[in-house]
């Protein structure tokens, strides 16, 4: 009976995690090709124009968060926000008012949603770049732990924080609920070790280098975690196959790729043509030139659809409506662009504020763009080694981005052509420009009549 009941549990076990050898390269061939094939298809007909729900594909690490809080939300009023979680989906999307979806879910979540009335928006960010911010930011918040004694207290603590009602913890967001304890036991361990050894401490100039401290950058790279989740992040995301993804096949997919690398092609052929879906794609290092993009291309259409629904007058009558909904209601791309400007100022003041604290924890390590002039080139190299597909993402990103910008520019020559538009689309604020011209031609004739008049005086004078 004990062995029936083995040979049982074997093949259940076979049936749900197959054996290496159903993951020949053959086999494999064969799965990501039709996946690829499936997933071609386009999804969207006018993908320059806004459909009823904008799902923002959040990236790690790519400033997504600014977005967030300081394009999406001045845009939208709370109660047409879908009900989200980072991990899960826990909301009806046909529910009514529904219009934002803002998570770190990949693009398999798009499955769930109504994809033609979809449509999607992302930030893509330099490979290298990416890899070392969520390797600081990983540590930054590990970092925020070690006012506790040790790692149990550490871990209650972070338990607390995930059971908390209303809050969302930084530890449930994927994919920092993977790294975050990770990097937290990391810290934990070196700092027991160095109280163990004791004085003197020498930890060298480096900080992305000082194992008495923290894992060095090097190390953390190669690890089997930033594999799984790190490198290739981007592409993987927008494809549909992280770790978080909704589709169990896209799990087999993800496997195939991870095992025979050659394949991760089809896998970038299939995130390209999902970016040329999408409504609107930024480069988090034209920061500038995103924004104010994305506030006449995307907040423009945002602006008009709300105002065309007139959910306003709706309210109104209803006597549910805030000052701050109406505010709302009468956003323009410019007035969008100044509020974004002032918000990006107080979040990135709270972020650097949070962020020295924390590393104070973890002095003399110290995170900085003159410290990443001590990484080597060796490392340099294996990051590019490693994050290829990603590498050659954010190419055709920054192609994409030529185009938007070409569209942008023919949309305001068939319109108007206003100072507002202007500055939407250029960044800049020409009414004012033209007062200083106006008032510098002003001074000029002013000087050039009182030239003239007393040169007029002198030659009488002379007479």
């Given at each position: 009976?004990?062995h029936?009941?083995?040979?049982l549990?074997?093949?259940?076990?076979?049936?749900?995690?197959p054996?290496?050898s159903?993951?020949?390269?053959e086999?494999?061939?064969?799965?990501?090709?039709?996946?690829a094939s499936?997933?071609?298809?386009s999804?969207?007909?006018?993908?320059?124009?806004?459909k009823?729900?904008?799902f923002?594909?959040?990236?790690?690490?790519?400033g997504g968060r600014?977005?967030?809080?300081?394009?999406l939300?001045?845009?939208y009023?709370?109660?047409?926000?879908?009900?989200?979680?980072?991990?899960?989906?826990?909301?009806?999307?046909?529910?009514?008012n529904?219009?934002l979806l803002?998570?770190h879910?990949?693009y398999s979540?798009?499955?769930?949603?109504?994809?033609e009335?979809?449509?999607?928006?992302?930030?893509?960010?330099?490979?290298i770049?990416?890899?070392?911010?969520?390797?600081?930011f990983?540590?930054?918040?590990?970092?925020?732990?070690?006012v506790?004694?040790?790692?149990?207290?550490?871990?209650?603590?972070?338990?607390?924080?995930?059971?908390?009602?209303?809050?969302?913890?930084?530890?449930?967001?994927?994919?920092?609920?993977?790294?975050?304890p990770?990097?937290?036991?990391e810290?934990?361990?070196?700092?027991?070790?160095r109280k163990?050894?004791?004085?003197?401490?020498?930890?060298?100039?480096?900080?992305?280098?000082?194992?008495e401290?923290v894992?060095?950058?090097?190390?953390?790279?190669?690890?089997?975690v930033?594999?799984?989740?790190?490198?290739?992040g981007?592409?993987?995301?927008?494809?549909?196959?992280?770790?978080?993804?909704n589709?169990?096949?896209a799990?087999?997919?993800r496997?195939?790729?991870?095992?025979?690398q050659?394949?991760?092609k089809?896998?970038?052929?299939?995130a390209k043509?999902?970016?040329?879906?999408?409504?609107?794609?930024?480069l988090?290092?034209?920061?500038?030139?995103?924004?104010t993009m994305?506030?006449?291309?995307?907040?423009?259409?945002v602006?008009?659809?709300?105002?065309?629904?007139n959910p306003v007058?709706?309210?109104?009558?209803?006597s549910r409506?805030?000052?701050?909904?109406?505010?709302?209601?009468?956003?323009?791309?410019?007035?969008l662009?100044?509020?974004y400007?002032?918000?990006v100022?107080?979040?990135?003041?709270?972020q650097?504020?949070?962020?020295?604290?924390s590393?104070?924890?973890?002095?003399?390590?110290?995170?900085?763009?003159?410290?990443?002039?001590?990484?080597?080139?060796?490392v340099?190299?294996?990051?590019?080694?490693?994050?290829?597909?990603?590498?050659?993402l954010?190419?055709?990103a920054?192609?994409i981005?030529?185009?938007?910008?070409?569209?942008m520019?023919?949309?305001?020559?068939d319109s108007?052509g206003?100072?507002?538009?202007?500055?939407a689309?250029h960044?800049?604020?020409?009414k004012w420009e033209?007062?200083?011209?106006?008032?510098f031609?002003?001074?000029?004739?002013?000087?050039i009549?009182?030239f003239?008049?007393?040169?007029?005086?002198?030659?009488?004078l002379?007479?």
């Open positions: 009976m004990d029936a009941f083995l040979l549990l074997l093949l259940l076990l076979a049936r749900v995690y054996s290496s159903a993951y020949d390269f086999h494999c061939t064969n799965t990501v090709e039709q996946w499936s997933s071609l298809h999804d969207s007909k006018e993908g320059q124009i806004l009823d729900l904008l923002f594909l959040h990236v790690p690490r790519t600014t977005y967030f809080y300081c394009f939300k001045k845009l009023s709370s109660s047409l926000e879908c009900p989200r979680s980072y991990d899960k989906l826990h909301f009806d999307p046909r529910k009514r529904c219009r803002a998570t879910d990949d979540i798009m499955s769930k949603l109504p994809r009335k979809t449509s999607v928006v992302t930030l893509l960010r330099s490979p770049e990416r890899v070392f911010s969520a390797y600081e990983s540590i930054e918040v590990a970092a925020r732990f070690l506790h004694p040790n790692m149990t207290s550490a871990s209650r603590t972070s338990a607390h924080l995930r059971l908390k009602k209303g809050v969302i913890s930084t530890l449930e967001i994927w994919p920092w609920k993977y790294l975050v990770w990097m937290m036991e810290l934990f361990s070196r700092r027991d070790a163990i050894k004791g004085p003197p401490y020498t930890y060298g100039n480096d900080s992305y280098n000082m194992k401290i894992m060095p950058l090097h190390e953390f790279i190669n690890h089997p930033a594999l799984d989740i790190i490198h290739n981007a592409t993987f995301q927008v494809a549909g196959l992280t770790n978080n993804s589709k169990w096949e799990h087999e997919v496997h195939c790729v991870m095992t025979h050659t394949l991760g089809h896998v970038l052929e299939v043509k999902r970016l040329d879906d999408m409504l609107y794609v930024g988090t290092e034209d920061h500038k030139e995103s924004a994305f506030a006449n291309l995307v907040g423009s259409q602006i008009s659809q709300l105002v065309a629904s007058t709706e309210a109104v009558s209803k409506v805030t000052t701050r909904q109406l505010l709302k209601h009468r956003m323009t791309v410019g007035k662009m100044e509020t400007e002032t918000c100022s107080k979040l990135r003041s709270t650097s504020k949070r962020r020295i604290n590393f104070k924890r973890i002095s003399p390590a110290n995170f900085t763009k003159e410290a990443r002039l001590h990484v080597s080139e060796a340099l190299k294996k990051i590019t080694l490693l994050n290829s597909l990603d590498i050659e954010y190419k055709h920054q192609k981005f030529v185009r938007q910008q070409k569209f520019e023919q949309k305001l020559l108007d206003t100072p507002e538009m202007w500055q689309v960044g800049k604020n020409y033209i007062l200083y011209l106006v008032l031609i002003l001074l000029l004739l002013f000087f009549y009182f003239v008049k007393a040169k007029t005086r002198i030659s009488k002379k007479i």
